[in-house]
C-alpha cells in the first residue's frame, strides 16, 4: 500500500510542477487583459491571503485562537502613512522612502506582537481569544481618537510606494503598448510578495518549527515533556504571525489608497478565520483559497447584484451585497465544519488516481 502511494505521489509530481507554472504565466499577464475591477479584486485577495497566512499559522497550525487580527493589520496601514507621510496634509509623517517605510511598518506590527507575546505565550483557547479581542478596542479607540496620526474617522490618504525608481501610482507607464497604472504596478508587487510569504510559511511549517508547533497544538504537555518550549514557541509564533498582517496592511493600504479605521474591526478578524476554516486549518494552500474566496464573494456579489435575486445595490432595499457575502461564507463555515473537515485543500487532494492512506505524509500542505 505504502508502494503504490508512493509512487502515486511521484507521478503527481511533474503534473503539479506543470499546474503551478501555468498558473504562473496566467496571472503574469492578466494585467494586459483584465479591467481595473478585477485586478482590484485580485490585490484584494492577495493582501487577504498573506493575513490568512499569519493567522493559520498561529491558528491552524499552533491552535492558538486569535481575535485581534485586524489589530496588526491597522498597525501596518497606519505604520506605513505615518513613516513615508511627509506631513503635507497636516498628519504626522517622517517621509522616508516608500519601500523603507514598509519594511519599517512592518516590523513595528512585528514589535507590537512582540509587546503582547508574553501573554500569547502563557495563555491558550478561548482565554487567548479574549485577550486579544481586547486589541481591536484598544485599536479602535486610537485610531478613532489620534487625530494627528490616524486622521480620525475620516483616515488618511495613503503615499504611493517607490521602488527601485518606479512609482506606483496613477502616473502612467507603457509596457507593450499598454498603460499601466497603479493597480496594474500593484499587482506584480502583490504576488512577488504572496509567493515570497507562502514560501516561507511552506518552510517553516516543513520544517522543526512546524513540526514544534504541530506537537503544541495536538498536545501541549506532551510537547513540553518532549523538550519543546512551549511558551517561546507560542510567542515566537504569534509575532511571526503579526508581522504577515502587518505585510497584508500594508497591500490593502497601497491598494485602497486611503486608510479608514473602521474597516479594521471585530467584523475584519473574524473574516479572517473564516477564511482558514474554509480552506484548511493548518494548511498554506488551504489559506490562500480560503482568502480567495471571503474576499472575492462581496465584490463579485456588488460587481452582479442587479443580476442576482434578493440582492441589490446598497441602500436600494433588499440584502446588500456585503450583507449577503457574510451569509453565504457563513454557511460555508458551517458546511465545511460538518462534511469538510479538511476545509477546500481537502476537495483538490481528493483524486481517484491517489489512493487514500491513513498514514502522516509528514510535509506541509
Not at 205 to 228: E, Q, S, T, Y
Not at 306 to 320: E, F, H, R
Request: with cysteine; aromatic share 10%.
Amino acid at each position: 500500500m505504502s508502494e503504490t502511494l508512493r509512487s502515486a505521489r511521484l507521478r503527481a509530481v511533474p503534473a503539479r510542477a506543470y499546474a503551478w507554472t501555468a498558473a504562473g504565466l496566467v496571472l503574469a499577464v492578466l494585467p494586459f487583459y483584465l479591467d481595473r475591477f478585477w485586478l482590484q479584486a485580485g490585490l484584494f485577495a492577495m493582501a487577504a491571503a498573506l493575513g490568512a497566512l499569519g493567522i493559520n499559522l498561529l491558528t491552524g497550525a499552533t491552535g492558538q485562537l486569535s481575535m485581534g487580527h485586524a489589530f496588526f493589520l491597522a498597525v501596518g496601514a497606519y505604520g506605513y502613512c505615518a513613516f513615508a507621510g511627509d506631513g503635507a496634509d497636516g498628519l504626522a509623517g517622517l517621509g522616508l522612502p516608500g519601500w523603507l517605510a514598509a519594511v519599517l511598518a512592518v516590523a513595528l506590527a512585528g514589535l507590537a506582537g512582540g509587546v503582547f507575546s508574553p501573554i500569547a505565550g502563557r495563555l491558550r483557547g478561548a482565554y487567548l481569544g479574549i485577550a486579544t479581542l481586547a486589541l481591536i478596542f484598544i485599536g479602535q479607540h486610537v485610531l478613532f481618537n489620534a487625530h494627528d496620526l490616524t486622521g480620525g474617522y475620516n483616515g488618511r490618504a495613503v503615499p504611493p510606494l517607490t521602488l527601485f525608481g518606479l512609482t506606483f501610482d496613477d502616473s502612467e507607464l507603457l509596457v507593450a503598448q499598454v498603460p499601466f497604472g497603479a493597480v496594474e504596478k500593484l499587482w506584480y508587487l502583490g504576488l512577488a510578495l504572496l509567493l515570497g510569504g507562502v514560501l516561507f510559511a511552506r518552510g517553516v511549517l516543513r520544517g522543526r518549527p512546524g513540526r514544534a508547533m504541530n506537537a503544541i497544538r495536538d498536545h501541549r504537555i506532551a510537547a513540553g515533556v518532549m523538550g519543546i518550549p512551549v511558551a517561546r514557541h507560542r510567542a515566537a509564533v504569534f509575532v511571526l504571525s503579526s508581522m504577515y498582517a502587518g505585510l497584508a496592511g500594508v497591500l490593502l493600504a497601497l491598494v485602497f489608497q486611503r486608510t479608514v479605521p473602521e474597516y479594521f474591526g471585530m467584523a475584519l478578524s473574524l473574516e479572517y478565520l473564516a477564511m482558514i476554516v474554509i480552506g484548511g486549518l493548518g494548511s498554506v494552500a488551504g489559506a490562500v483559497a480560503g482568502a480567495v474566496f471571503v474576499s472575492l464573494l462581496p465584490q463579485l456579489l456588488t460587481r452582479y447584484s442587479d443580476a442576482l435575486p434578493l440582492v441589490s445595490a446598497p441602500g436600494t432595499g433588499g440584502i446588500a451585497p456585503g450583507e449577503a457575502a457574510r451569509y453565504l461564507y457563513g454557511a460555508a463555515v458551517v458546511a465545511v465544519v460538518l462534511f469538510l473537515p479538511g476545509g477546500l485543500v481537502r476537495l483538490a487532494a481528493r483524486t481517484p488516481e491517489t489512493p487514500t492512506s491513513t498514514e502522516p505524509s509528514g510535509e506541509a500542505r
